[in-house]
Each structure stands twice: as C-alpha cells, then as structure tokens.
C-alpha cells in the first residue's frame, strides 16, 4: 500500500485548461484571463471601429476599447458579440 500511494503522490495529472470570460452585467464587471485570444477581424459597434490585424489578447482589446471611450456596457456586448461570432477562444459566462 505505501508504494501505491507514493506512486499516486508522485503522479502528474494534465488537467485542460478552459478560457472562460466572466461578465456581471449589472455592475458592468468583466473577468478574463489574460491568455484569451481575439482573432483578426473587424469589430464595428456604436461609435467603434477596430480592425483587429493579428491576433490580440483580450486585455489588448479591452485596453484599446477603454482608450476609446468605451462605457463598460460596450465592452461587454462587443465580448459577447465576438463570442457569437466565434472571434474568441473562450466561453463566456453571464450574470
């Protein structure tokens, strides 16, 4: 039995990592981790225009959107939007 569990101590487990983006929309919070991509494209939303030429990290994006005026409201319909449109690798979760 000690050499099972030293066997099982000692083992390595890769677990998947999930990218998830979650989204408060009552207090306009937005939680993602920093290694979510956002494929090229073009995001025309309101007063916005992006043109996303490489791929670009979520906190990237955010960072642009926030540059540009972006109430918290627009950030979070445009995440929601690329994730209808499959432009993120990420599930989004709302609350």
């Not at 494209?41 to 960072?63: D, M």
């Not at 959107?65 to 990420?90: G, M, Y």
Request: hydrophobic residues 45%; negative net charge; aromatic residues 4%.
């Amino acid at each position: 039995m000690p050499e099972f569990l030293a066997e099982v101590q000692n083992l390595n487990v890769n677990v998947p990592h999930t990218n998830i983006i979650v989204i408060d929309e009552r207090t306009g919070t937005v939680v993602a981790g920093g290694d979510i991509i956002v494929n090229p494209g073009v995001i025309v939303y309101g007063n916005f225009t992006i043109k996303i030429k490489k791929p670009t990290s979520i906190l990237e994006l955010t960072t642009d959107l926030k540059k540009s005026n972006a109430t918290p409201q627009d950030i979070i319909a445009i995440i929601e939007n690329l994730r209808a449109a499959n432009s993120i690798n990420a599930k989004v979760v709302i609350n």
